[in-house]
């Protein structure tokens, strides 16, 4: 399962050598709780949707395709999934932003306020979930899973491409494809400019559609939303627009952090966690053939270990407690329990385990004068 694990590691590298390159050049400006909670905002759950995805497609695209395009050229069939499925995104941004039950999906994602590469794989627990509809008629039209996966990842490769704050204008590619620059005017805090420029990796669906937008505002502005700011725990990031539109009865505690954690600690917290969901990744790939109790048990670790490190950013007492029982079961279950005596195993669970116990004991925590 390599080639699923290398863009993940990719992925990780771009995002935290941007933040590093951003600490260097503005002196301190990378707000690094952000950045962590944009890492750690969907990546477990997302990774269980995204395999049911990628099962449905394969589903469909076994016992439903109309086997439209099984007689083309190998290279017209890669450009119209190329096309067809950029075009279905543009349609699956657009709708998201229309109707209010999928925005409550795709609002985690534009509650980012710094506008830099971690915001590309800020995302809801559920945004692949409502994903599954937008792509079916590539697999009805026969496009194979292999080249549906290649393609996904290259426009999310784009995709992620278009959140770093470092591209400026890319001259003539502005006309072909969707650039920062385009962008960036997606993620102002204006409906003005929200409401525009949805495309992908191409930007004439906007052009031939009326949803294009050429610059930023003029007078000064912001990213993000306007309203309630998001939890930076994930697990309520991703539910609490639900229960707004359901308009079910929670509201958060105010002024109920017992300490401020260090931005480092969130960091190597975060990379150990991430270190898992790569063995995850490579041990058991999408994980549609058949659960088995292995994967159920490291699946749960990385959830509740997840919601432990947003209770720690909330500043929960819970959210220490959480995180060192996470920390202390992963060795145990998976080296002495399932066996995984592999080198990769042990360091990161003894990693994880260290570094639970050194939270536990007040590493890089400062406490509250006061409770509130």
């Not at 549906?148 to 470092?166: C, D, E, K, M, R």
């Not at 480092?264 to 898992?276: D, E, K, T």
């Not at 490190?309 to 992963?330: C, F, H, N, P, T």
Request: aromatic share 16%; net charge positive.
């Amino acid at each position: 399962m390599t080639d699923l694990v290398i863009p993940i590691v990719f992925m990780l590298c771009v995002v935290l050598g941007e933040a590093l390159w951003l600490q260097k050049r503005n002196r301190g400006s990378v707000d690094w709780h952000d950045v962590i909670f944009n890492l750690n905002s969907g990546h477990i759950m997302l990774w269980l949707f995204r395999g049911l995805e990628i099962f449905c497609y394969g589903y469909v695209a076994t016992h439903f395709s109309l086997g439209l395009v099984d007689s083309w050229p190998v290279a017209l069939v890669w450009l119209f999934a190329l096309l067809a499925w950029d075009f279905g995104f543009y349609w699956l941004h657009r709708l998201h932003h229309r109707f209010r039950l999928l925005w409550a999906v795709h609002v985690v994602h534009h509650q980012g306020e710094h506008f830099n590469l971690s915001l590309g794989v800020r995302n809801s627990w559920y945004s692949s979930l409502t994903s599954i509809p937008f792509f079916m008629l590539l697999a009805l039209a026969g496009v194979p899973l292999s080249v549906f996966i290649t393609v996904s990842i290259l426009h999310y490769g784009i995709q992620l491409f278009n959140h770093n704050a470092l591209t400026p204008k890319l001259g003539w590619l502005e006309k072909i494809f969707v650039t920062p620059a385009h962008h960036r005017v997606h993620h102002v805090n204006d409906l003005a400019y929200s409401n525009r420029n949805f495309g992908g990796s191409f930007i004439f669906w906007d052009k031939l559609f009326g949803t294009f937008c050429p610059s930023l505002p003029t007078e000064p502005f912001a990213y993000g939303v306007r309203g309630e700011k998001s939890s930076v725990n994930p697990f309520w990031a991703s539910n609490q627009p639900f229960l707004r539109y359901f308009k079910l009865p929670y509201k958060p505690s105010a002024n109920s952090a017992r300490f401020r954690i260090s931005a480092w600690c969130m960091v190597s917290g975060a990379l150990l966690l991430f270190a898992l969901v790569l063995g995850y990744v490579y041990r058991f790939g999408y994980g549609y053939n058949g659960l088995t109790g292995e994967q159920a048990v490291l699946f749960m670790l990385l959830a509740i270990g997840a919601v432990a490190l947003g209770g720690i950013a909330e500043g929960r007492s819970w959210g220490v407690k959480v995180w060192l029982l996470v920390a202390l079961a992963a060795p145990l279950l998976l080296l002495l329990a399932l066996g995984w005596h592999q080198p990769y195993w042990w360091l990161m669970t003894c990693g994880i385990a260290v570094h639970g116990c050194a939270v536990a004991a007040g590493w890089g925590r400062q406490e509250e004068a006061a409770h509130g």
